[in-house]
């Protein structure tokens, strides 16, 4: 079996016949310091984005010609950071339709968009903390004018319980101006972001 790393050939010793799991374990130690395996080439061909899913069940023989592909923890966190912006925008997209939605008197349609989106935002946010771990960053060490990151995050669990108790309220224009002038010129400060890191 033929095992190279970035198309630079290894000296691996693999049993016969073994599952890419398996395999993977052991290029792991030859890896460049803090890369991680992002994609696979069995016998030239790049295996679907979802092969880490099947490692455990994908056999690898000993007449087979596997490459890893890595990249640093740096750029994979830089690269889904940079992503996560059209995601971003997008949420801030639709809070300011549900805005309109709770105005119109539209609040069933409206209150099911607004459970969307805030899973989303929570998500998204997910990503952000994810991101930051990978390239060596965290939330208190990045600031967003005078808060840290952690520090607006917080700040966005406040005005989510507010949203919250005028949602129970059923108070639908308060609440509609609530997203509009507390919620999105928080989303919107939270885009400098982007330009900081």
């Given at each position: 079996?033929?095992?190279?790393?970035?198309?630079?050939?290894?000296?691996?010793?693999?049993?016969?016949m073994s599952t890419l799991q398996d395999v993977m374990r052991k290029a792991e130690t030859e890896l460049p310091m803090?890369?991680?395996?992002?994609?696979?080439?069995?016998?030239?061909?790049?295996?679907?984005?979802?092969?880490?899913?099947?490692?455990?069940?994908?056999?690898?023989?000993?007449?087979?010609?596997?490459?890893?592909?890595?990249?640093?923890?740096?750029?994979?966190?830089?690269?889904?950071?940079?992503?996560?912006?059209?995601?971003?925008?997008?949420?801030?997209?639709?809070?300011?339709?549900?805005?309109?939605?709770?105005?119109?008197?539209?609040?069933?349609?409206?209150?099911?968009?607004?459970?969307?989106?805030?899973?989303?935002?929570?998500?998204?946010?997910?990503?952000?903390?994810?991101?930051?771990?990978?390239?060596?960053?965290?939330?208190?060490?990045?600031?967003?004018?005078?808060?840290?990151?952690?520090?607006?995050?917080?700040?966005?669990?406040?005005?989510?319980?507010?949203?919250?108790?005028?949602?129970?309220?059923?108070?639908?224009?308060?609440?509609?101006?609530?997203?509009?002038?507390?919620?999105?010129?928080?989303?919107?400060?939270f885009m400098e972001l982007y330009k900081n890191v």
């Amino acid at each position: 079996m033929k095992i190279s790393i970035n198309s630079q050939e290894k000296n691996i010793q693999i049993p016969g016949m073994s599952t890419l799991q398996d395999v993977m374990r052991k290029a792991e130690t030859e890896l460049p310091m803090s890369h991680i395996i992002t994609q696979v080439k069995l016998n030239g061909r790049q295996l679907p984005d979802k092969w880490f899913n099947t490692a455990d069940s994908t056999f690898i023989l000993e007449s087979d010609k596997i490459d890893f592909i890595t990249e640093s923890a740096i750029t994979i966190g830089k690269k889904a950071f940079l992503n996560s912006k059209a995601q971003f925008e997008q949420i801030i997209e639709n809070f300011t339709d549900i805005a309109d939605k709770y105005r119109m008197d539209d609040e069933n349609i409206a209150n099911t968009k607004f459970v969307i989106a805030i899973d989303n935002l929570q998500a998204y946010f997910q990503v952000v903390q994810e991101s930051f771990t990978l390239m060596g960053l965290t939330l208190e060490s990045e600031y967003i004018g005078q808060k840290t990151v952690k520090e607006y995050m917080e700040d966005f669990s406040t005005k989510l319980s507010e949203l919250i108790e005028t949602q129970q309220k059923k108070d639908w224009v308060l609440f509609a101006d609530l997203i509009e002038y507390e919620l999105m010129p928080f989303l919107t400060d939270f885009m400098e972001l982007y330009k900081n890191v």
